[in-house]
């Protein structure tokens, strides 16, 4: 099996999502806020959680319980693309009601980073699904995953405990953003060096620094890209009802799509565990 150590890294961004949203989230999880944040962090934390328990139990040859939790991938997946699109609700509705200075410059960029995100994660899932016979494909679109979570809690660590790291820091609101995009280099450059180990097997590495590239400068420059913030007033007026749906769709045609791509119901000699 590839990837023999990868369950610490996923363990490492679950643990940089604890402490990155200890202070904003977690300490305060029992007080008022919006559903949005829970149902995020939730889905994400056990998406991950997930991704540890499947990779532990096919290195140790646990193969039907690995299957068992590929099977509740396909109800989770809906759920997980059901929190990106209620944070990205939320971002929406405070950037409707004015609610803020940096409210207004930071949220069209916090919402189109999500866009993002969502979007890579349908593709990697699908394409994970699709290319579940081949073992090192599988794994590594399973794997890539994590590395779309990573941006935001990081770079609320490093704002908070080491803000020298950030060589591209900027002052005033679009400090945040350049936080965002230093962390997302931070993934490029480890999903390139994944690539060019394994060139062969590489595609989902080059895949995800393709997403998280595009996600960094999208971000940073957000707040001077032309109509982006009118864009995104307009989708503050969909009915939320109505964004949810167009989530939990995406996420349940990128399960069906990829599991009929990979060839649904036909055994091969070659056949490795979903």
């Given at each position: ?29 029992n ?40 099977k ?117 450059a ?25 996600q ?9 890209i ?49």
């Open positions: 099996m590839p990837y023999k150590h990868a369950h610490y890294f996923v363990g490492v961004v679950l643990l940089v999502i604890i402490g990155g949203f200890w202070a904003s989230y977690f300490s305060i999880a007080g008022p806020m919006p559903l949005a944040f829970h149902v995020h962090a939730i889905t994400s934390m056990a998406w991950l959680m997930l991704l540890i328990a499947q990779h532990v139990a096919i290195h140790r040859r646990a193969n039907a319980l690995h299957k068992q939790m590929g509740a991938s396909f109800a989770m997946f809906p759920l997980l693309m059901l929190g990106f699109v209620m944070i990205i609700n939320v971002s929406a509705q405070r950037f409707a009601v004015q609610e803020g200075p940096g409210i207004v410059y930071r949220a069209p960029a916090f919402g189109i980073a999500m866009v993002i995100a969502l979007a890579a994660y349908v593709t990697l899932f699908y394409l994970a699904l699709k290319h579940r016979r081949n073992v090192k494909l599988h794994a590594g679109y399973m794997l890539v995953t994590p590395m779309i979570l990573f941006e935001s809690p990081f770079g609320r660590l490093m704002d908070q405990y080491f803000p020298w790291l950030n060589i591209i820091r900027t002052e005033g609101p679009h400090e945040v953003l350049s936080s965002i995009a230093f962390s997302d280099g931070m993934m490029v480890l999903a390139m060096a994944l690539y060019f180990m394994d060139r062969k097997h590489g595609a989902p590495w080059l895949l995800a620094a393709a997403f998280i590239g595009v960094a400068v999208v971000v940073w420059f957000a707040p001077s032309p109509g982006l913030a009118t864009a995104f007033g307009v989708y503050a007026t969909i009915p939320q009802g109505v964004s949810i749906l167009i989530g939990l769709a995406m996420g349940v045609s990128a399960g069906w799509l990829g599991w009929r791509a990979g060839g649904a119901g036909k055994r091969k000699p070659t056949a490795v565990p979903a």
